[in-house]
């Protein structure tokens, strides 16, 4: 199990406690094997996802280093499959509520 410092547990309570906590881990997983297979970062996969879903009209995104910034960049130019869409969204669907 993980340990996370108690003040950021405190401040995102319900992500950072069972059954969220593993759900959550579980999705970065699969944000990093999705990334993997497209050689880019779990983050430029998440971004691609974000700007492609229709209620968003703008990822408002930063970083703290210049490349977290690059990554960012990228993302724009990312272009994930439907299967691999489908995929994300399905795993949300089934992440408990």
Same mark, same amino acid.
């Given at each position: 199990?993980?340990?996370?410092?108690?003040?950021?547990?405190?401040?995102?309570?319900?992500?950072?406690?069972?059954?969220?906590?593993?759900?959550?881990?579980?999705? !970065? %997983?699969?944000?990093? =094997?999705?990334?993997?297979?497209?050689?880019?970062?779990?983050?430029?996969?998440? *971004?691609?996802?974000? +700007?492609?879903?229709?209620?968003?009209?703008?990822?408002?995104?930063?970083?703290?280093?210049?490349?977290? !910034? %690059?990554?960012?960049? =990228?993302?724009?130019?990312?272009?994930?499959?439907?299967?691999?869409?489908?995929? *994300?969204?399905?795993? +949300?669907?089934?992440?408990?509520?």
């Amino acid at each position: 199990m993980i340990t996370l410092p108690k003040a950021l547990v405190d401040k995102f309570n319900r992500e950072f406690q069972e059954p969220r906590l593993s759900a959550n881990l579980e999705l !970065v %997983e699969l944000l990093r =094997r999705i990334g993997k297979q497209h050689n880019t970062s779990p983050g430029e996969v998440a *971004i691609d996802w974000t +700007l492609r879903h229709p209620a968003v009209t703008a990822a408002i995104v930063g970083g703290r280093t210049a490349v977290q !910034v %690059e990554d960012t960049v =990228r993302a724009a130019s990312l272009a994930l499959s439907e299967q691999k869409i489908s995929e *994300i969204e399905a795993f +949300l669907a089934s992440m408990p509520a």
